[in-house]
């Protein structure tokens, strides 16, 4: 089995500010882990995936990742938000194995920017 | 990366009648496809992962016949909502990993159908 936490459905920063979203796993196996963004009305965007290799992540946009195994967590931070990074983060998991292709997901946590 | 196109975006219809949401994965192949639906400010429900050449298998709660699943090949899986109702109207997401990939290739995303029942 396995389970996402997404800490603060709703997180604001000023521009220019540091990003932290954060995200715990639960999972049987080693897994998978993935970060989504999502625009208003539109699909899900993959912002960058940690699959057991290097455990701090870099994505797109900026935007990294660090694998932890100890914390079962995987945080994703920007170093300055800009205004175009508000819309809204999934956190996702998948298990390591042949045939495991199902995404949990986080419920989400909506970034907002202030200018 | 891979795409994912889903159509219609945006879908107006009447409570009774049935609506057909297509997912086509547009240069790669896969053999699954998972059909999600996103309440407003609630992450993404899986409904039903949709296999090339067999029966989805639909996840707990889920009306296998009031939301029908075809994936006929292996660019193409269809979402049929029959009999709609006012509360079916929701974000319906497809998304597809690749055929024969690893496990820890990412999910590709459609870019979603907004179903409004009226």
């Known amino acids: 089995a396995q389970s996402v936490t997404q800490l603060g459905s709703h997180v604001s920063v000023s521009e220019g500010a540091l990003v932290l979203l954060r995200c715990n796993y639960s999972?049987?196996?080693?897994?998978?882990l993935f970060w989504y963004v999502q625009y208003p009305n539109q699909g899900l965007q993959l912002l960058l995936k940690?699959?057991?290799?290097?455990?701090l992540v870099k994505g797109i946009n900026g935007f990294e990742a660090e694998f932890k195994k100890s914390e079962t967590s995987f945080h994703l931070t920007k170093p300055s938000a800009h205004m175009s990074d508000a819309a809204e983060y999934f956190c996702a998991v998948s298990q390591s194995g042949a045939g495991s292709y199902q995404l949990t997901f986080g419920k989400g946590t909506k970034l907002s920017v202030i200018p | 990366g891979a795409v994912v196109s889903q159509h219609p975006s945006r879908v107006i219809c009447k409570s009774g009648t049935s609506v057909k949401i297509e997912c086509r994965s547009l240069?790669?192949?896969?053999?699954?496809m998972f059909w999600y639906r996103q309440f407003p400010k609630k992450s993404l429900m899986l409904m039903a992962t949709s296999n090339e050449g067999s029966k989805a298998t639909y996840e707990q709660g889920v009306e296998k016949d009031k939301f029908l699943i075809n994936h006929a090949s292996l660019t193409l899986s269809t979402l049929t909502v029959t009999s709609a109702h006012p509360e079916d109207s929701s974000f319906y997401i497809c998304?597809?990993?690749?055929?024969?990939?690893?496990?820890?290739?990412?999910?590709?995303f459609g870019q979603g159908t907004r179903l409004t029942v009226v």
């Open positions: 998304s597809a990993r690749e055929f024969g990939g690893p496990t820890n290739t990412e999910a590709f």
């Open positions: 940690y699959t057991s290799a290097a455990t």
């Open positions: 999972s049987s196996v080693p897994p998978y």
């Open positions: 240069d790669f192949q896969a053999t699954t």
